[in-house]
């Protein structure tokens, strides 16, 4: 009953989350990233043609009876019964042939109980079970889906044991893609095993702790989770772990719902973030702990409206938005609110960074109630982002501007100082505020200075320790330039 229940929240849900159109220049999202390497167009059989008036079953010959005698508790709602718009059909992977011995190839089965539970004209259940280990090759799950579906993890899922092992036709890039979705819960107490370590151990990648030198050598690793150009999405409950790059990432969706996660993977694996969105907006992320390798949450161009609230982040590089504007792109995000999480052991707190010679803008963020734990740089704008630390300097940059921090609070690793503002020399950062904000060194007594390079905006509390590197009001280049920012 209750499984039935979260299902029901779940769907209710979404009547908070009507996407508001969104007017003006601010919220134009720039570009939509390449679709997923092979994304095949959605097989015909996905969308059945209704055969009369009366709805018949509509899981395939294939398909089994929806119910297992083997149903773990709680129990799996009721058969349907020939009433296809008013049931839930629920299909579970073992039905269709998945073992679950950790060993065999299960994605033959998982592909057809998604094409199953994708013809459903109401919604559908993938159940996952309890107990089992399903390995799984790289997958593109593709919609549109005639109903909402639900996909319950309650056992593991992994993929083949590292890149030796990986078929050479598939995409080192992904893993499990969801593409074209609409309405669709992933979710479950179960865990998604993304063995990592072989990835990681590629020559290619900087064997940091030994020796920091990347060598030659392919280097693709896969994201775990891909969801691609899909909507009304709730990702929730999962445990995550060891992903060989991304955990999780988000392009060209809207609606997007994270809750209850727990990602880990070690501190020194390398490019593994937890969560990447990217021209995604009506993002909320929450309830949430991610320790790992590389950026707790990541925030790429194109993303707007994102709220998160909650999360534990550490080991790990902190929340990030950007880098952006690469390659002289031109990048926005705007409207981002990140409150009551905590960092710690991490190399940054709330990070912004953007290369030199982007254009664009980031604007109207807010970092409220944010508790740091041996932090490197806890609140920092870095507008010089290098990756090789000889970038050029250009005269275009992505426009930083109306920036909040309150309350940020706790200690900082004293290799850094706890407050950076490095803005760039043509596009200074504007109206930066600062209130409650109290960082002492998480060792001795040595209190650094905070670093500003043409930041302008204003201190509403003293702070500890002082900001008195920030200049006060709008420059003229700023004022002068009416362009500057355009999204
Ligand atoms: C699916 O639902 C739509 C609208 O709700 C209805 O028009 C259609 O007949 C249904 N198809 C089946 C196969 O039940
Ligand atoms: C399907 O369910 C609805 C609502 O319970 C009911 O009115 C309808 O008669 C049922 N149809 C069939 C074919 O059982
Ligand atoms: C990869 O090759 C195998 C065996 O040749 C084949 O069964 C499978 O369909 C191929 N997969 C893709 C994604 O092309
Ligand atoms: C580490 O770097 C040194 C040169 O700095 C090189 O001689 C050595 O082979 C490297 N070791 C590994 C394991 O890459
Ligand atoms: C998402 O769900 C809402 C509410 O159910 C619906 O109005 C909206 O059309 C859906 N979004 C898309 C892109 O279909
Ligand atoms: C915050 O998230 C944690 C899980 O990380 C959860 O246990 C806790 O209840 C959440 N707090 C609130 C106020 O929701
Ligand atoms: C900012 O985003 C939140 C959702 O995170 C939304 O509720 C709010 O209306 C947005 N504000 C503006 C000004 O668009
Ligand atoms: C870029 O400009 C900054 C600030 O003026 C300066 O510190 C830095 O050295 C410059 N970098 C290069 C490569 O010229
Ligand atoms: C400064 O930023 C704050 C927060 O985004 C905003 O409310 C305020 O209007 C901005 N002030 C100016 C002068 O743009």
Redesign the pocket.
């Known amino acids: 009953m209750s499984f039935v229940f979260l299902f029901l929240s779940t769907q209710a849900r979404w009547h908070h989350h009507h996407a508001k159109h969104k007017h003006g220049h601010h919220h134009k999202v720039s570009e939509i990233s390449a679709p997923p390497d092979g994304a095949p167009e959605p097989s015909t059989p996905l969308v059945?043609e209704?055969s009369g008036p009366v709805?018949?079953e509509?899981s395939s010959p294939v398909a089994p009876e929806p119910t297992s005698p083997f149903a773990p508790e709680p129990s799996m709602p009721p058969d349907h019964d020939g009433n296809?718009?008013d049931s839930i059909g629920v299909f579970d992977v073992r039905k269709f042939g998945a073992v679950g011995d950790g060993v065999t190839d299960d994605t033959e089965a998982f592909k057809m109980a998604w094409d199953s539970a994708c013809q459903v004209?109401n919604s559908a259940v993938i159940h996952v079970p309890y107990g089992f280990s399903f390995m799984i090759q790289s997958t593109i799950f593709t919609g549109p889906c005639?109903g909402e579906l639900v996909l319950q993890v309650d056992g593991t899922l992994m993929p083949p044991d590292g890149p030796e092992q990986w078929p050479k036709n598939n995409s080192k890039r992904q893993w499990l893609v969801f593409y074209r979705i609409n309405g669709m819960s992933l979710q479950g107490g179960g865990l998604i095993d993304g063995r990592g370590q072989k990835w990681w151990d590629l020559p290619c990648k900087p064997h940091k702790g030994m020796n920091r030198t990347a060598l030659s050598g392919p280097c693709d690793s896969p994201i775990a989770i891909r969801f691609f150009m899909s909507s009304n999405l709730t990702v929730q409950g999962l445990k995550i772990k060891d992903s060989p790059q991304f955990h999780f990432r988000f392009d060209g969706c809207q609606n997007v719902h994270v809750e209850s996660l727990h990602i880990t993977a070690p501190a020194l694996s390398p490019n593994t973030d937890g969560i990447h969105i990217e021209n995604t907006n009506n993002v909320g992320i929450y309830n949430s702990v991610i320790s790992n390798g590389d950026d707790c949450i990541s925030i790429g161009s194109g993303c707007f409206d994102v709220d998160i609230k909650n999360l534990t982040c550490g080991p790990g590089h902190g929340i990030s938005i950007g880098s952006l504007g690469n390659h002289n792109s031109r990048a926005c995000v705007t409207n981002v609110t990140v409150r009551d999480s905590v960092i710690k052991v991490s190399d940054n707190g709330v990070r912004i960074k953007t290369w030199q010679g982007g254009s664009g803008a980031v604007s109207g963020i807010t970092f409220s109630n944010i508790h740091m734990e041996s932090v490197r740089n806890p609140i920092i704008i870095d507008q010089f982002y290098c990756l090789s630390k000889n970038c050029d300097n250009q005269t275009s940059a992505v426009y930083v501007s109306d920036i909040t921090y309150e309350s940020i609070k706790g200690t900082y690793d004293i290799r850094s100082p706890p407050v950076h503002f490095g803005c760039s020399d043509s596009v200074p950062c504007t109206n930066i505020t600062l209130s409650d904000v109290e960082l002492l060194p998480a060792q001795g007594d040595l209190v650094l200075d905070p670093f500003c390079w043409n930041a302008y905006g204003e201190l509403e509390t003293l702070t500890i320790p002082p900001v008195s590197c920030l200049m006060e009001g709008i420059p003229r280049s700023i004022l002068d330039n009416k362009d500057m920012g355009y999204c």
């Open positions: 059945p209704p709805a018949p509509p296809a718009s004209n005639q």
